[in-house]
């Protein structure tokens, strides 16, 4: 009897575990394109394209490899719409002895899947997605018995254990983390390359039209289209960021200037978050690149960083503290997502530009979703159910296990200081040094208070005064709740009073 072989839309690897042993003469590899996965959330078109084209391709090239592929294209008039009720079909069709999957990137996945034993009265076997670096059992391992989960020493870890960038036990140029030099605000004459574009072929022709036919109401613009949907593309972007971009990564990583959305970032994540590139083979070709001398240190510490650290971390937290860490809310926040989010419309440039290119490209990078758009959502109180749905929604890279963590811990800090030791909230300055939004907004980012203050100066303090009970014993915010009690009366006022004006606005609809 033959194996069925369920692959995932985020596990379009040849070496994933659950096809390893594959028999190609006798087992059956099930892929499908379901409604139920495209619209539990809204997902962008971009992204839900990309994923599409993505997988069919990868059904190509398993069966030029010989295997036995049952690929459900979404507008298959027999198509049920859920994973459940298609593997249920699946095993009417192949009578196969069990199914046999790699551990799902979400909980709610992980909880359908186990569910298939009892509801079909089938042998169900998960295996291990042993493409990450560290396991979730490996992970709380180490986080048992810690009082703090902080990703640096974790990253250590990681580094040891794997060998990268590491010489006769310690790091490379002596120190672990060069973050501090990874801060440079943008200046003139920066000449930023072109990212990789792939050309449409005929299954992505075909995709983009299904997605404009199904899902034309959906957030974002479906083209043009760019995206690697191959290995091979993929590995080809790869190359082209560290030939091209690498060099100026880590000096520019948090630099942001209006109508260069991709700046020095590699915009691989797409394509590690789905499998079609492999994260240690990803850190091992920039490793090389530092030590072929084609890369400073800096720029290769903080982009492996990313992956073997943050990327393995924010998993990690995830299967910790899943399915109670999808309910925190440490600040009690519970405004509604804003408008401005998915229509752009508003007077402050920066969320502006940020929600434009995110509509454009399913994809913003770190800086412009923490210190713009998430710092917002932070210090206007939004709802981090209603804040990590719409990150879910709109890029491409995201998936729940690495999208929920970023934004309820790192952006949100709605789960009181697990994954950051502070919340990363900032006023207009930051925003100000760090990019070239703020000449062109309506707003002056110098005045603090005022009608035609940053929002951002006066919403900042206010957030402090309002959550002064749970975060004044801070450490890491004891300067900014010094310069906050030496505020008068006055002061004080106009910033509640400005900030009161201001989300009152929001509340109603108006452009602010």
């Given at each position: 009897?033959?194996?069925?072989r369920?692959?995932l ?6 070496d ?7 028999d ?8 499908c394109?379901v409604?139920?996965e ?7 078109k971009?992204k839900?394209a990309f994923?599409?084209s993505?997988?069919r ?8 490899k010989r295997?036995?592929?049952d ?9 049920t ?13 192949h009578?196969?002895?069990k ?9 709610r ?22 493409r990450f670096?560290?396991s979730?059992?490996e992970?709380n ?6 009082k ?11 580094r040891?254990r794997?060998?990268?960038l ?14 501090v030099?990874?801060r440079?605000p943008p ?8 990212p ?9 022709r075909?995709v983009?039209?299904?997605v404009a036919?199904k899902?034309g109401?959906?957030f974002g613009?479906l083209?043009p ?9 993929a590995?080809?972007a ?6 091209e971009?690498?060099?100026h990564?880590?000096d520019y ?6 109508g ?6 590699s915009?691989?994540?797409?394509y ?16 090389r690149a530092?030590?072929e001398g084609r890369a400073?240190l800096?720029?290769v ?6 992956i ?5 971390y ?5 299967w ?10 440490f ?8 408008r ?6 508003t ?12 509509k454009e ?6 800086i412009?979703r923490?210190?713009?758009?998430g710092?917002f959502?932070l ?5 981090p159910?209603q804040?990590?749905?719409w990150?879910?929604?709109?890029y491409a890279?995201?998936?729940?296990w ?12 709605a789960?009181?200081?697990l ?5 990363y909230a900032g ?5 100000n040094?760090m ?5 062109n907004c ?10 035609n203050?940053?929002p951002?100066?006066?919403?900042y303090w206010d ?6 009970e749970r975060l004044?014993?801070?450490?890491r915010?004891?300067?900014a709740y ?5 505020r ?19 509340e ?5």
């Open positions: 009897m033959s194996i069925l369920l692959i839309g985020d596990q379009l690897s040849h994933i575990s659950s096809l390893r042993d594959s190609p003469d006798h087992d059956i590899v099930l892929l394109e409604y139920e495209a619209t539990y959330v809204k997902h962008h971009k839900i994923l599409f993505a997988m391709h990868f059904a190509t090239e398993l069966r030029e295997h036995r592929v690929y459900i294209q979404l507008d298959d008039e027999k198509n719409g859920s994973f459940t009720s298609e593997v249920e079909r699946a095993i009417k069709r009578d196969p002895k199914i046999v999957v790699t551990f799902p990137g979400e909980y996945l992980l909880k359908a899947i186990q569910g298939w034993a009892e509801l079909f009265e089938f042998e169900v076997e998960i295996r291990p997605d042993d670096l560290c979730p059992e992970f391992t180490w986080a048992e018995g810690r703090q989960l902080r990703m640096e020493f974790f990253y250590r870890e990681m040891k794997h060998d990268i590491m010489g006769n036990g310690e790091p490379e140029g002596g120190q672990w983390n060069y973050d030099e990874n440079k200046k003139d004459g920066l000449k930023i390359p072109q990789y574009k792939s050309k449409l072929d005929a299954v992505t075909e983009l039209d299904l036919e899902f109401n959906h613009d083209e289209f760019y995206f690697a949907v191959t290995r091979d593309q590995l080809y790869l190359q082209k960021f560290i030939d971009r690498l060099t990564f880590g990583q948090d630099a942001m200037m209006e260069e959305p991709w700046m020095y970032h915009h691989l994540s797409f590690l978050n789905c499998g079609l590139l492999n994260p240690l083979e990803t850190a091992r070709k920039a490793e530092y030590h400073p800096n720029a510490e903080g982009f492996i960083r990313q073997i650290g943050w990327r393995e924010v998993r990690g937290i995830y910790l503290k899943m399915p109670r860490y999808a309910d925190e809310n600040l009690d926040a519970e405004r509604k997502l804003p401005l989010y998915w229509n752009g419309e007077k402050m440039n920066c969320l502006r530009q940020c929600v434009k290119e995110t490209n399913a994809y913003a990078h770190h412009q923490l210190m713009v758009l710092n959502a210090l206007t109180g939004v709802d159910k804040a990590s749905e990150y879910l929604s709109v890279d995201a998936f729940e690495v999208e929920m963590p970023n934004v309820t811990g790192m952006i949100l800090f789960d009181g200081g994954l950051g030791s502070k919340p006023g207009g300055n930051h925003i040094k990019s070239t939004y703020c000449g309506d707003y002056s980012v110098s005045k603090k208070i005022g009608a203050a940053c951002f100066n006066y919403l957030f402090l005064i309002r959550h002064k004044g014993n801070n450490p915010l004891s300067l010094r310069s906050l009690s030496k008068g009366d006055e002061k004080l006022e106009a910033i509640r009073g400005d900030a009161r004006y201001f989300l009152r606005a929001l109603r609809g108006e452009q602010v």
